[in-house]
């Protein structure tokens, strides 16, 4: 499907729409999530138009979990997290919601996930 530029993410992107940015390269962007599942609930986006994970360019999926790795663990410091989940939806009938790619990192414990 083509991709909608019109998407909240692609606004985020182009600054029409603000966000509490984590992090920024000209590649990725951190920030985080409006809705968060837990304290410190980020998410992390490709600048790259894509709709899902399939549509982005292999470079720029290595990149973005490269940054992933690296807002994972600034997470994990800062909040003293004791772990993280990390959650990608593809498509709406996953539960993508956004349609601009988007890795969600939740910090979590062992004793917060047995509650859902
Ligand atoms: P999805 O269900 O597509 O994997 O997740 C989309 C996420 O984007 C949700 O967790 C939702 O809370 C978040 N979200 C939706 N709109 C906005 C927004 O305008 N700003 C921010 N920061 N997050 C948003």
Known sequence: MAYDDQNIFAKILRGEIPCTKVYEDDKTLAFMDIMPQADGHTLVIPKEPAETL????????????????????????ALG????????????????????????????SIHELGKH
């Open 54 to 77: 399939m549509d982005l360019s292999a470079d720029s999926a290595a990149y973005t979990i490269n940054i992933v790795q690296k807002v994972g663990s600034a997470i994990k410091k």
């Open 81 to 108: 997290a004791e772990g993280i989940v990390l959650m990608q939806l593809n498509g709406s009938k996953a539960g993508q919601t956004v349609p601009h790619i988007h890795f969600h990192l939740i910090p979590s």
